[in-house]
């Protein structure tokens, strides 16, 4: 009985949860005459099946790349710095003693719960102000402003489980301090940093508030924002086919990256969670 329910319970989540891209996926490959005039308003495409017309169509369109482009540069470079600094500073606020540091941590945990929309108008004054506007940098800096205090608090924790003889034990081999930090310490924290480069890259790739607030060409425009602007031949009737099939390409590299490394976001994210 316990078996049923526990099956029962499972597959009503997993429906809840992937209907919706279902039925994303199944929309990319309908024509926009059936979307819009309701003449096959099933699940299946069965009488407006398209093929792979509205993906290649939208591939063609050089907004869509461009947009892919900046989003793919710009999460990575933010990802990148992000990871860099949270490990210095994780490293930091767990193993050294100051003054101050849990006054860090709790305004490093008040700025991640910050809501970003209340920032919006202040940066659009003062990108623009000091020509951040519409950059990369002006993308950059916001997502690591967001990322960085969960990705010290992530890393602190798994910082803390690391015996603390074991760098000792590096430098009586002759290891320097940043010797022993780069190939004893990070190698330990790998999960954890893993896992902040993960939450990272989800942000910047997944943002719209910035996105859509802080650009206003193609020249750094990321996807989600890129995809409002997408109204395709005809400015007044939405392409619902094509911005479905641009949903749908613009989600595969997330969805690649958990199935790829589903087992290092889990092993990060409940590795620090328990002492043993």
Known sequence: MKKTGLV???????????????????????????????????????????????????????????????????????????????????????????????????????????????????????????????????????YMSFTLPLAIWTLSAFFREIPWEMEQAAQVDGATSWQAFRKVIVPLAAPGVFTAAILTFFFAWNDFVFGITLTSTENARPIPAALSFFVGPDPFQRPAGLLAAAAVIATIPIVVIVLLFQRKIVAGLTSGAVKG
């Open 8 to 142: 029962v319970g499972v597959a009503a989540v997993l429906v809840w949860c992937l209907l919706p891209v279902a039925w994303i996926v199944s929309l990319s490959f309908k024509s926009q005459d059936a979307v819009s005039n309701g003449t096959d308003p099933g699940f299946l495409p069965l009488d407006s099946f398209t093929g792979w017309d509205n993906y290649q169509a939208v591939w063609d369109d050089e907004q869509f790349r461009r947009a892919i482009l900046n989003s793919l540069g710009i999460s990575l470079i933010a990802t990148l710095l992000s990871v860099i600094i949270a490990t210095l500073a994780a490293y930091a606020i767990a193993r050294l003693e100051f003054r101050g540091k849990k006054f860090v941590l709790t305004v490093a945990l008040a700025i991640a719960m910050f809501p970003v929309v209340s920032l919006v108008s202040p940066l659009f004054d003062l990108w623009r102000t000091i020509g951040l506007y519409d950059t990369w940098p002006g993308l950059i800096i916001p």
